[in-house]
């Protein structure tokens, strides 16, 4: 008999153990879907002579509109320059977007210039504009769960005609 109720008493802490797992889950799981990204505007563009790469930041603003915190981990993206990959960003920094809460992240970005190149009648026809469109495809990591990341943004060329 007393062997009987420890294991009921042991299979009810199993249980309880499980369900209070799901839960934690279930609540990640949820705030991961429904975080939110706004990419915005570029900033801190700059062309590296020494290793002729053009770089910048990308703020990327993320809201969590959840009663539940979560752990970013990573935010890593392809530059894309009419469907073909020309560059990347990667920021990986662990940061806690506080529930009901937004935070922006600002995520190095990095061309080279060869990539340039090869993508060179799509950048020269939006670089005579001084304004180059890059789409960005990737993923944000949030406590192991990944979120895709698609959108567009427009880089603004700085003026380079001190180099005349």
Do not use: H
Request: proline share 4%; charged share 15%; aromatic share 12%.
């Amino acid at each position: 008999m007393e062997e009987n109720k420890s294991r009921r008493s042991f299979i009810w802490l199993v249980f309880g153990v499980f369900v209070t797992v799901g839960i934690f889950l279930y609540s990640k799981i949820s705030t991961a879907t429904k975080l939110t990204y706004k990419i915005m505007a570029p900033e801190s563009i700059s062309f590296n002579f020494s290793n002729f790469k053009l770089t910048w930041l990308q703020p990327v603003e993320i809201t969590n509109p959840t009663n539940t915190g979560i752990w970013l981990r990573l935010i890593q993206f392809d530059v894309l320059l009419k469907g073909s990959t020309i560059g990347s960003g990667f920021l990986n920094e662990s940061v806690v977007i506080q529930s009901l809460n937004k935070t922006i992240l600002k995520v190095p970005c990095t061309i080279g210039v060869l990539d340039i190149l090869t993508a060179i009648p799509d950048f020269i026809d939006q670089f005579s504009k001084r304004t180059v469109t890059f789409d960005l495809k990737g993923n944000i990591n949030a406590e192991g769960f990944t979120i895709g990341v698609e959108s567009s943004a427009n880089l603004t060329i700085p003026n380079l005609s001190f180099l005349k």
